[in-house]
């Protein structure tokens, strides 16, 4: 049984940093790429950042200079680290994953259950 599992969500104030981590779990063949979605209130889900699993990163223009994105192969995870936080950042953040389980050995989509975070102005 494959999944992601988000934590270090939480309420910040405008300026301040926050950290996002994510592992998967389970029987995995292969990681691909990793990521990070957020879905702000009355928007739809958007891409955040990514990381191949050579190490190539992705962000979105909003948050370019601000977020980092980083992934240790070996333990399974990716972090997002967030600093000078706006309040537009608010929003679930969820875990992606493009990987291989091994009890497939086809490529899937997964994705962690979200974690919130606010930031206060």
């Known amino acids: 049984q ?9 309420l910040v104030q405008a ?15 292969k990681i691909n790429t990793m990521g990070w979605y957020r879905q702000c209130p009355g928007k739809q889900r958007e891409l955040v950042a990514s990381i191949t699993s050579g190490g190539i990163t ?32 608010t929003a679930v953040y969820y875990c992606n994953a ?3 389980p091994w009890s497939t050995r086809r490529l899937a989509d997964y994705w962690g259950q979200g974690t919130q975070v606010t930031v206060s102005s």
Do not use: H
């Open 98 to 100: 493009d990987l291989i």
């Open 15 to 29: 300026g301040g940093s926050l950290g996002l981590s994510c592992a998967a779990s389970g029987l995995i063949f």
């Open 58 to 89: 992705n962000y979105a223009d909003s948050v370019k200079g601000r977020f980092t994105v980083s992934r240790d192969n070996a333990k399974n995870t990716v972090s997002l680290q967030m600093n000078s936080l706006k309040p537009e950042d």
């Open 2 to 10: 494959v999944q992601l599992v988000e934590s270090g969500g939480g």
